[in-house]
C-alpha cells in the first residue's frame, strides 16, 4: 500500500495533518509532505480517516 | 458492538456530517442497515469549494461528490425531507420527491441536517441569491455568465470568499456589511480591517458599517439601497448573512433546540429526561456540551469529522466513548491568503500580532481574555497550525508571552521512505 497525495488538488486545508500527524505535515510554503508513503497496520486506519476527510479529495492509497 | 446493538440506523442529512458518521459506524464494525435521507437530490458532496473552486469554474460537478468509500453500504434516500420525530415510538417521518409521507423505523437516528442560509426580511427579488447548495451555485454561476455588477450582503467568511472569487473572474464587486470590518466577529476591528484592505486592494468596493434597506426591483433586481441614503447599482446580489441550523422539523419532538440539537459531550441528543442513548446530533445542526467552552456549536469542516466519529461510538460502543474536547478549527482562502484559526475568539477579546506583519499577509495573531488565550490566527502559516493548536489544547495564558510555538520542525522527525 502507497499514499500518492495529487499535490495540483491540495490546498493545505490540514485536516490530514490532524487527524495522522504521524503520516502528514505541512511545509514552511504550505504545500503538504507525507512522512512516510507506506503506512503499517496500525496507521491504516487514521490514514484512511485521512482520506475521507480530505476535504478537496487530494488523498488516494495504491496497493503497489 | 453487542447482539443487542442497533441494526438499523437512519441518518437524517446526506451531506459531510451524515454521511462521516456512517463512514465511522461502518469503520467500527456496524454491519446492519444504514438508510441515509438528503433533502437535495444530490448525492453528498463538498460545500467548501462552492464559495471558491467550484464557482470560479476550477473544479467541476463530478470532481466536487464526496467519495464514498465502497464499505459504506448506505441506502440513500433523495430529494426527501424530514419532516417530524417521535422519539417514543421511533420513527422518523419524511416527505419523498413527489409528495409522499412515510414513516421510517429507526434503532438509533443520526440527526445531521445541517443549517440553512439566513435570508432577508420581505420579498426578495429574482437576482438575489443564497449560497449554500450546489444548485444554489449552480444558478449563481449561470447568472455570472452574463457579467453582472455583484454587490455581496454580508462580510462573513462565505461573504468575503465570494468576493474575491468573482474579483478574481474579473467582474465588479461590492461587498456591504452593517459590521465595522469584514468577518468582523470572528477576527475583531483590527485584523478585520487588515481583511478589508485585502479586499479593497484586490479592487472591491469595500462598504463596511453600512445595512441594507432593501433593493430595486424592476423584475429582477437592480440595486442595492444602503441605510446611509447611498445606493449600489447590482445585478446580481449574493447573500452570506449566515446560517440557522435546520431543527424546524424537531420542534414538538421533545429533544431540546436552542440554536441547534442540544447534546451531552458524547453527542447523544437532550430531552428533558437527559441524554437519549439512540440519537446524536452531528455537524453544523448540532449544539454539544463541551468540556472546554460549556456548549459549541461550530459550522466547520473538521469540528464534523471528530463529531461523527465520537457520535458512530457512542451509538454503538457507548463503553468506549470518550467526551469531545476538540480545539476548533476552520479555514479560509481569499485571493493568495489563506487564514486559519483554531480556537475560539469572541467579539471583544484582546488581540496581539505574535509573530510575522499583518501588512504583509504573512503573521500570526493571538486572540485572549481573562487570563487565557482563545484563539489564534495563522495567515498564510499553514505550516504552524499545529503546533498552536496542540498548544491551545493544553492552555496557553494571557497575554501569550510565546512568539512561536517549540519549532519541531528543524530536523526531520522520520525519513521518508
Given amino acids: ?64 | 458492538m453487542t447482539d443487542r446493538g442497533p441494526r438499523h440506523i437512519v441518518i437524517a442529512g446526506a451531506s459531510l456530517a451524515g454521511v462521516a458518521t456512517a463512514n465511522a459506524l461502518r469503520r467500527r464494525g456496524y454491519t446492519g442497515a444504514l438508510t441515509i435521507v438528503g433533502a437535495e437530490a444530490h448525492l453528498p458532496y463538498q460545500r467548501p469549494p462552492l464559495s471558491k473552486r467550484f464557482l470560479a469554474g476550477e473544479v467541476d460537478r463530478t470532481a466536487l461528490g464526496l467519495r464514498l468509500p465502497g464499505s459504506l453500504d448506505a441506502g440513500f434516500r433523495l430529494s426527501t425531507t424530514a419532516l417530524r420525530l417521535d422519539i417514543a415510538r421511533h420513527r422518523l417521518t419524511v416527505r419523498d420527491a413527489g409528495g409522499g409521507i412515510t414513516d421510517l423505523g429507526y434503532d438509533a437516528l443520526v440527526i445531521a441536517t445541517g443549517a440553512a442560509p439566513r435570508l432577508l426580511p420581505g420579498r426578495m427579488p429574482a437576482g438575489v441569491h443564497a449560497l449554500r447548495t450546489v444548485d444554489d451555485c449552480m444558478a449563481i454561476g449561470a447568472a455570472i455568465a452574463g457579467r453582472p455588477r455583484i454587490v455581496v450582503v454580508g462580510a462573513g467568511f462565505i461573504g468575503c470568499e465570494v468576493a474575491a472569487t468573482c474579483r478574481r473572474l474579473g467582474l465588479d464587486v461590492s461587498l456591504v456589511d452593517p459590521l465595522p470590518a469584514p468577518m468582523f466577529r470572528v477576527l475583531g476591528e483590527r485584523l478585520g480591517t487588515v481583511m478589508a484592505e485585502l479586499h479593497a486592494d484586490h479592487g472591491v468596493d469595500v462598504r463596511m458599517g453600512r445595512g441594507v434597506l432593501g433593493f430595486d426591483d424592476a423584475g429582477t433586481v437592480t440595486g442595492v439601497r444602503l441605510d446611509d441614503g447611498s445606493r449600489i447599482a447590482g445585478d446580481l446580489v449574493i447573500l452570506g448573512l449566515g446560517v440557522v441550523p435546520a431543527t424546524g422539523w424537531l420542534t414538538g419532538s421533545g429533544l431540546i433546540l436552542d440554536d441547534g440539537v442540544m447534546c451531552d459531550e458524547y453527542g447523544r441528543a437532550l430531552h428533558a429526561g437527559g441524554a437519549l442513548p439512540d440519537i446524536v446530533a452531528v455537524g453544523d445542526v448540532a449544539r454539544w456540551r463541551h468540556p472546554r467552552y460549556g456548549s459549541l456549536r461550530a459550522e466547520h469542516w473538521d469540528h464534523a469529522l471528530v463529531q461523527a466519529r465520537a457520535a458512530a461510538a457512542t451509538l454503538i460502543d457507548p463503553g468506549s466513548a470518550a467526551p469531545v474536547d476538540d480545539i476548533p478549527y476552520f479555514w479560509s482562502d481569499q485571493y493568495d491568503v489563506k487564514l486559519q484559526m483554531v480556537g475560539v475568539a469572541r467579539a471583544g477579546d484582546d488581540v496581539r500580532i505574535i509573530d510575522g506583519d499583518p501588512s504583509r499577509h504573512a503573521f500570526v495573531a493571538a486572540y485572549g481574555r481573562d487570563e487565557r488565550t482563545t484563539a489564534v490566527l495563522l495567515v498564510n502559516q499553514a505550516h504552524r497550525m499545529a503546533e498552536w493548536r496542540s498548544l491551545l489544547a493544553g492552555g496557553i495564558g494571557w497575554p501569550t508571552t510565546a512568539t512561536r510555538p517549540p519549532d519541531t520542525r528543524s530536523t526531520p522527525r522520520s525519513s521518508a521512505r
Fill in chain 1, 1 to 64: 500500500m502507497r499514499i500518492v497525495v495529487d499535490l495540483d488538488l491540495c490546498q493545505g486545508n490540514a485536516i490530514c495533518t490532524a487527524i495522522a500527524p504521524e503520516i502528514f505535515q505541512l511545509r514552511p510554503d504550505g504545500t503538504l509532505a507525507v512522512l512516510d508513503d507506506s503506512p503499517d497496520e496500525t496507521q491504516l486506519a487514521s490514514v484512511e480517516d485521512a482520506i475521507f476527510g480530505c476535504p478537496v479529495q487530494a488523498i488516494a492509497m495504491t496497493r503497489d
